[in-house]
């Protein structure tokens, strides 16, 4: 058996571990990057867009801190990575919802990376941990493509558009029980 696949004595694999570490600093940058979103819609006097992607960055946040939760509940060293200032200029709705969404695809590819890694190492815990993100991505790939649609077809009516984030928040469901548990939660 290689390194890699070799625990000694730990719950997930070395490997899997520094590439979590590496997946928080994403998770916090992606966090910020939410943050001025919202601060760019809330500046356009569009509270509920702000108010969704205010919503997106805890939820990003939380995300972050669930993998620190991970890392703690397997023994393994945590070390957060420090991240560069989000882009916070934008020109009108559309652009800052193609980040968002460009955002979103590299954060699944950086998922399915961890999973990769997981099962490389044959690291069942770790897979396990990381079928939530997958489905968490699916959810919000397909959201943040949604959100540029209509952001696109009413960028002369941006009473349309928050009209749409409020019935889609609306129908938004709750907290999901089968979430991974949040660091500070």
Do not use: C
């Not at 000694?8 to 966090?31: D, K």
């Not at 991240?83 to 200029?89: D, G, K, Q, T, V």
């Not at 696109?152 to 548990?181: C, F, H, M, W």
């Amino acid at each position: 058996m290689d390194g890699a696949r070799r625990y000694s004595g730990r719950v997930t694999t070395p490997r899997f571990a520094a590439a979590l570490n590496a997946q928080i600093g994403n998770e916090f940058a992606a966090h910020l990057q939410y943050i001025a979103v919202a601060v760019h819609f809330d500046a356009l006097t569009m509270p509920r867009m702000a108010s969704f992607f205010y919503q997106q960055a805890r939820e990003e946040r939380d995300h972050a801190m669930m993998m620190v939760r991970y890392l703690l509940d397997t023994e393994a060293e945590v070390t957060i990575p420090g991240i560069e200032a989000p882009r916070s200029r934008f020109d009108g709705v559309v652009e800052p919802i193609e980040l968002a969404l460009a955002q979103e695809r590299a954060v699944t590819d950086q998922v399915y990376g961890l999973t990769r890694i997981a099962r490389e190492d044959n690291d069942f815990g770790a897979e396990q941990f990381m079928q939530w993100f997958i489905k968490e991505q699916v959810e919000e790939v397909a959201t943040m493509s949604s959100l540029v649609t209509v952001a696109k077809r009413n960028t002369d009516s941006i009473a349309d558009l928050e009209t749409y984030i409020a019935r889609e928040q609306a129908n938004a469901g709750g907290v999901d029980p089968t979430a991974p548990s949040v660091a500070d939660a």
